[in-house]
């Protein structure tokens, strides 16, 4: 029975993997960037509106062919949202309990979602909490924990398969420059950039791969001195979805050729830009990715070199109307994004930009 059940579990999710169509690539207006071209990979179309659905997609599959999910399994999942959004769409599928341990400062939006999936949240009150949370509800109710950031890097085939990666190839091959001078990512899991690098490696693409980071996050730290595994920091990250407070399992440095630390301001102001360029709105990791690519497209043109730029638009802004696109909320966070606005406007018009 049980071996019966996993078998229709997995036609379930390949059934549904075959109803979703693959995500847009939309090219970025730059008048002042002639020869250099950003794309956008909207990954907010996904059915839950999220670069995560992929994830919790091979966290599902790798889970039910281990043996780790049965017809009977809770699943559990440490998660400041979006993923814990997708894995409770992906239990509903498969008619399984699903509850996401979060810190208590997750978007209501998020929240909201996760019990529309018939997930169940539970709240921590801090984010480094997240991790024996979960492990101590998994054994107390003899459930999985799904562990994303120790698993994102393993569950997802990086050779080809329709990965992301793959996909950003097929969708360039009709562009101008259809082998991208740079693939912009952030990392939450690092499953992602562990995914693309080690693709671009396999293919034998000249591409190379660049992790913007956010404020508050260890990645960057780490990835400078890798003799600091160990390496931790206080508070959380306050970009959801990318940056974290220790180096998690799944971050994979050595594939790696370049980070950037992103301001938080700078992301915010960020989303502005993007939204004036593109007529839509996204989350705050989409504005570190933006700000990431906008830099180096701007070093490319002032060394008189074209190419093309590819980065993520992890998901939708309708999460965050009442933080990252309220002025209020950014008033009291101490933000002040006007600058960086009209600095990432004359970059984008002008072609000016200094890092720092």
């Given at each position: ?22 995500t ?12 250099v071209?950003?794309?956008?990979k909207?990954?907010?179309t ?7 659905h992929?994830?919790?997609r091979s ?13 009977d ?8 949202g ?7 769409y ?12 979060m810190p208590?400062s997750?978007?209501a ?6 019990a529309?999936y018939?997930g169940?949240?539970?709240f ?13 509800l ?12 120790t698993?994102a890097?393993?569950?997802t ?6 990965n ?11 562009e101008?420059h259809?082998v991208p001078?740079?693939?912009v ?18 293919q ?5 791969l660049c ?6 996050s260890?990645?960057f ?13 206080e508070?959380?990250?306050r ?25 938080d ?12 360029r ?5 989350g705050?990791s989409?504005?570190t990715d933006?700000c990431?690519?906008?830099q ?24 965050y109307?009442?933080?990252y696109?309220d002025?209020?909320?950014l ?15 004359a ?10």
């Amino acid at each position: 029975m049980t071996s019966a059940w996993i078998t229709e579990a997995v036609r379930r999710i390949e059934r549904d993997y075959q109803r979703s169509a693959d995500t847009h690539l939309i090219p970025i207006e730059l008048p002042a960037l002639a020869g250099v071209q950003i794309y956008l990979k909207d990954e907010s179309t996904h059915p839950t509106g999220s670069l995560k659905h992929r994830l919790a997609r091979s966290l599902f599959l790798y889970g039910l062919c281990n043996g780790w999910i049965r017809e009977d399994t809770t699943i559990i999942e440490s998660s400041s949202g979006s993923t814990a959004v997708s894995e409770a769409y992906f239990a509903r599928l498969l008619g399984l309990p699903f509850v996401a341990v979060m810190p208590r400062s997750t978007s209501a939006a998020k929240v909201a979602q996760i019990a529309f999936y018939g997930g169940r949240s539970h709240f921590v009150e801090r984010g480094d909490q997240v991790y024996a949370e979960a492990e101590r509800l998994a054994r107390e109710c003899n459930g999985h924990y799904m562990d994303q950031f120790t698993y994102a890097e393993r569950a997802t085939d990086w050779r080809g398969n329709n990965n992301i990666a793959d996909s950003i190839f097929q969708q360039m091959r009709a562009e101008p420059h259809p082998v991208p001078r740079w693939i912009v990512v952030g990392a939450g899991t690092g499953g992602t950039s562990a995914t693309i690098g080690r693709y671009l490696r396999y293919q034998g693409h000249a591409s190379q791969l660049c992790v913007v980071d956010p404020e508050r996050s260890v990645f960057f730290d780490y990835w400078h001195d890798r003799t600091r595994p160990d390496v931790t920091s206080e508070q959380p990250s306050r970009i959801e979805g990318i940056g974290r407070p220790r180096v998690e399992p799944s971050f994979v440095p050595g594939v790696i050729d370049r980070m950037l630390r992103v301001p938080d301001a700078a992301s915010y102001a960020a989303l502005r830009v993007l939204e004036q360029r593109v007529g839509k709105r996204f989350g705050g990791s989409t504005g570190t990715d933006f700000c990431g690519a906008l830099q180096l497209a701007c070093e490319l043109r002032a060394q008189g070199q074209a190419g093309s730029i590819v980065t993520l638009a992890c998901d939708g802004g309708e999460r965050y109307l009442d933080t990252y696109y309220d002025d209020a909320w950014l008033q009291a966070q101490g933000h002040d994004i006007a600058p960086w606005v009209q600095r990432l406007q004359a970059a984008c018009g002008s072609g000016w930009w200094t890092a720092g």
